[in-house]
């Protein structure tokens, strides 16, 4: 049963929600010590909204949030130590909207530290296991979503979010569908930031119908946050069809790409050929230099967004001694994760005085030209298709050995379409080796509705 | 020698007089119990975002018109990143790149020569919470508290070329600013603060910046201080570094902070979670139509309609308590009177008690009086005088003194007669220059009635009874 039967069945009153939610609550336990896709589960918080669940569009239905969305009352860690026992006094909007239209929270899911990382291993507390090979890692960093996704069989959709990939890796990696949307799409107040001009809450679930259903729910413009958009909320469509639709195969994409995947991919792009789209061959000439221009504009945000953790106002403390530049020094020398701290100093020596034009300013510039990229090829099509990662789901041994750099060109597919703030979605296609490879569908600002028809059409 | 030159350039922080907060909705007003006036956004926790209050941007557009400067129409915010107890983020959300308005001036009358300071820029930033050093000043205090309250009033930042000359004009600059800002409605002195950073060096020393000086009269006297330190320094011959200096008003002494090797570094990156300020043709023309008299014409106008000598105008539009209390007492009585009044008695009295006319409680039913009093005989100018002294000091109507203290004006010739028989048996050396032909001693024997009879008598009238007495 999917989250819309489920809902349907749910208001009319077939489902007795009080005993559904005491056996999914056990289960959650036994999949959490086996997975570790949760940092938290809450269970009572649940049970409580329960007593008095809005009957909305996602009444009674099981909802997991990234870590990064602040909940009210509810510990949320971003998966850092600095943030171990903090419990933000709101909740985020998207949060606050789930609930309003009767969504039930059940726990938080696992992350890279503040989203630092592209497989869930920077994480605090837990490192989430592939449900497809557990010596394997879910990607990230919204790795517990797609691992939860992708493990219960139960009725749910999972809330992630992605600044560079971290939507798109988890769900290509778990072999769920995850959904990241025009940025400002859905407001980002209560997210945890990572990178504000790049940060976008989606969701991830088995089928885009779901993905379709909870989109509606967490769009729209918020007074609390200034960068979301005011365009309406269409009711997204949950039909499927791609007649007519026109995809462009972006050749940089393909590139660096090995044959197996690259071909599990092209299997899928005939495949949607086959049911009335057409297929032309694109080129996005400024692919090469959107990984810098990435990173260097995440960490630069990042750097500052980080600051206010200090061990002042909130979360991690220590005996005051010192002056406050020794103290603040000794809680975030505590606090902070090596990915953290190495993103904080790169971060910050890219906007000093002397290095911000050819790092910070420059990669401002850049960002425009690939956004005019992304603009140009719109012009000619619907949707731009290809791989949604480079590789299929790495065993933890393997990332071990990665430097910081190879590290991050696991991102080199999904960090152009993240700086253009377009919508963009990954549906699982195939298996390479047993594992799951994703196709990886992008549109032009706010055409949200073309991606949910293309992927209902291919995968339902 | 001649002294060096005296180089001073300002940073002034206005607090506005906004209902609400820079970027959330808490109340500007009420801030006395510490951390009430705060909510998850100025407060900073992980997830809030900002929201422009976009009240601000009107009234710091009508300062930059006042200022005369040119306007920039797309600016982002930027985030100015230190680490700081007070800083809820540890960034200031201001502009940087791309400030609102920039290459301005003020026109400022001083010692009766008109100068034009040049105003380099005027932004839109959040102020940081307020820091209360517990144990003594911020070098010896042991710890420190905050207070929120202030974290997220909206301030504009003012900031000139180096331009004044010396600690007096900076002092009269700040004067004419506050006058402005009052005129313009957009700054109240009772409820907000304004703050300035003063750069300072004389021709052959580094700069040095005093950071954070509150007040008016306390930039004039630290200013004071740093070019006295910096003479000191050039005659002994000292190295002179550029530093970072605190005024402490308790001692009238500034103490290094830090010395700058370099310009200090922010790390600036626009803030990704406010949407770029557009600032329309037609919000600046709305905003121009609608600015109220400014100082400037105000004291034109003076000068036209109430024919005042340009002194007069120029002292009553440096305060625009004073220029309304003046316009006020207008409905009574002659404008020129009024204004000597003003200008000349009651400043005395406030100039020697250092306080603003609001702080002396002198009121416009109060004031006019002095006017009545003298109309209807029952004082004399002179006595007058007194009671404007006595208004500041005592905080007492001039209606309350003349009852409390008996005060009557003689001028009846039966009343007189016996002090002025006193006053020519004591003084005959005076008599005798008086009927040789002496008229100065005329006016000394007067003075001499004066003073026996507390100032009381009508002068008019004493000097016809001693002449008549004389004959």
């Not at chain 1, 809902?7 to 007795?16: C, H, L, Q, T």
């Not at chain 1, 869930?120 to 879910?138: F, Q």
């Not at chain 1, 945000?301 to 980080?306: F, V, Y």
């Not at chain 2, 220059?433 to 009238?461: C, N, W």
Request: charged letters at 25%.
């Amino acid at each position: 049963m999917n989250a819309v039967e489920f809902i349907s069945k749910a208001r009319r009153g077939e489902i007795d929600l009080k005993r559904f939610y005491r056996q999914l609550f056990s289960k959650l336990h036994d999949i959490n010590d086996k997975y570790e896709c949760f940092i938290t589960i809450c269970r009572d918080e649940a049970l409580k909204q329960l007593k008095n669940l809005p009957r909305g569009r996602l009444y009674g239905l099981p909802v997991s949030v990234k870590d990064a969305l602040c909940t009210k009352g509810i510990k949320t860690t971003a998966g850092s130590r600095i943030l171990g026992d903090y419990t933000p006094p709101f909740d985020s909007t998207a949060v606050a909207r789930i609930k309003a239209e009767g969504g039930v929270i059940i726990g938080k899911t696992c992350m890279d530290e503040f989203g630092f990382g592209g497989f869930s291993t920077n994480c605090a507390y837990k490192v989430p296991k592939n449900p497809h090979d557990l010596e394997r890692s879910c990607g990230g960093s919204s790795g517990g979503a797609g691992c939860i996704t992708s493990v219960l069989d139960e009725p749910h959709i999972a809330i992630g979010e992605s600044t560079g990939g971290s939507i798109t890796s988890p769900a290509s990696f778990c072999g769920v569908c995850g959904f990241t949307p025009t940025y400002g799409r859905v407001s980002r107040y209560g997210l945890i930031d990572y990178a504000n001009s790049l940060d976008k809450i989606g969701p991830m679930a088995k089928t885009v119908r779901e993905i379709a259903l909870m989109l509606k729910v967490i769009s729209g413009h918020d007074l609390k946050d200034q960068t979301s958009r005011m365009e309406k909320v269409p009711d997204y469509a949950r039909t499927g069809s791609v007649k007519g639709l026109r995809i462009g195969i972006p050749r940089e994409y393909f590139k660096d790409v090995p044959d197996d995947i690259s071909n599990t991919v092209w299997k899928a792009v005939k495949e949607l050929e086959s049911m009335g789209a057409r297929v032309k061959n694109v080129s996005l000439k400024t692919t090469k230099y959107s990984l810098p221009a990435y990173y260097v504009t995440a960490m630069c945000e990042a750097s500052t967004n980080l600051a206010r953790l200090c061990g002042m106002r909130y979360s991690l403390e220590a005996p005051l001694k010192g002056n406050f530049n020794e103290y603040f020094s000794k809680i975030r020398s505590k606090g902070f994760g090596q990915e953290a701290k190495r993103r904080i100093i790169l971060g910050t020596y890219a906007r000093m005085s002397g290095y911000r034009d050819k790092y910070y300013l420059q990669a401002l510039k850049v960002r425009t030209l690939i956004i005019r990229d992304f603009k140009q090829a719109f012009k000619t099509c619907d949707l731009l298709a290809a791989p949604s990662m480079p590789v299929i789901a790495p065993r933890f041994d393997e990332i071990e050995k990665l430097s910081p750099l190879e590290n991050y060109l696991m991102d080199i597919l999904t960090v152009a379409p993240n700086l253009a703030g377009i919508p963009m979605l990954s549906v699982p296609c195939g298996k390479v080796n047993g594992l799951p490879v994703g196709l990886h569908l992008m549109a032009d600002h706010l055409e949200e509705q073309k991606l949910i028809n293309a992927g209902v059409a291919y995968h339902g | 020698m001649a002294e060096p030159k005296t180089i001073i350039g300002l940073e002034t922080h206005v607090q506005l007089n906004t209902n609400t907060k820079l970027f959330c909705n808490c109340p500007t007003t009420g801030l006395d119990k510490p951390n009430t006036r705060v909510c998850d956004v100025c407060l900073g926790f992980p997830g809030t975002k900002p929201r422009f209050n976009r009240m601000v941007l009107e009234k710091a557009v009508a300062v930059a018109l006042a200022l005369n400067c040119k306007f920039n129409k797309l600016m982002p915010w930027a985030r100015k990143s230190y680490f700081y107890p007070d800083m809820s983020k540890n960034y200031q959300i201001t502009q940087y790149d791309v400030p609102l308005a920039y290459n301005g001036y003020l026109m400022l009358d001083f010692e009766g020569r008109k100068k034009r300071i040049r105003i380099r820029r005027v932004h839109i930033e959040e102020d940081p919470a307020r820091i209360i050093h517990v144990g003594g000043s911020i070098m010896k205090a042991d710890y420190v508290q905050v207070d929120y309250n202030r974290s997220g009033i909206p301030l504009i930042e003012v900031v000139t070329e180096p331009d004044l000359s010396s600690p007096a004009e900076a002092r009269a600059y700040l004067n004419k600013l506050i006058s402005i800002l009052e005129h313009l409605g957009v700054y109240d002195a009772a409820n907000f603060v304004l703050r300035s950073d003063g750069n300072v060096n004389v021709a052959g020393t580094k700069r040095a910046e005093v950071k954070n000086i509150s007040g008016v009269k306390t930039v004039e006297k630290a200013m004071a201080y740093e070019v006295t330190r910096h003479r000191n320094l050039l005659r002994r011959g000292a190295a002179l570094k550029q530093e970072t200096r605190h005024y402490n008003p308790k001692t009238g002494l500034t103490h290094s902070l830090r010395v700058k090797e370099t310009e200090e570094e922010y790390g600036y990156i626009i803030d990704p979670d406010l949407s770029w300020i557009k600032l329309s043709n037609e919000l600046i023309s709305r905003v121009r139509k609608s600015l109220p008299e400014l100082p400037d014409e105000r004291a034109k106008r003076f000068i036209k309609d109430y024919k005042l000598n340009v002194e007069q105008a120029g002292t009553l539009i440096n305060d625009k308590s004073l220029a309304d209390f003046f316009e006020e007492c207008l409905k009574k009585h002659n404008p020129l009177l009024i204004a000597k009044w003003i200008v000349t008695e009651l400043m005395k009295s406030l100039n020697y008690h250092s306080i603003s006319l609001r702080e002396s409680g002198v009121t416009v039913k109060g004031f006019l009086e002095l006017f009545s009093l003298m109309d209807d005989g029952i004082i004399t100018s002179r006595m007058a005088k007194e009671l404007v002294k006595d208004y500041v000091d005592l905080k007492k109507t001039p209606k309350q003194l003349v009852r409390a203290k008996g005060l009557k004006r003689i001028s009846r010739a039966e009343d007189l007669l016996s002090t002025i028989k006193k006053v020519i048996k004591n003084n005959s050396s005076a008599v005798r220059d008086y009927k040789s032909g002496q008229g100065r001693a005329l006016h000394f024997l007067i003075g001499q009635v004066m003073k026996e009879t507390g100032g009381q008598a009508e002068p008019g009238k004493v000097r016809e009874l001693i002449k008549k007495s004389l004959k």
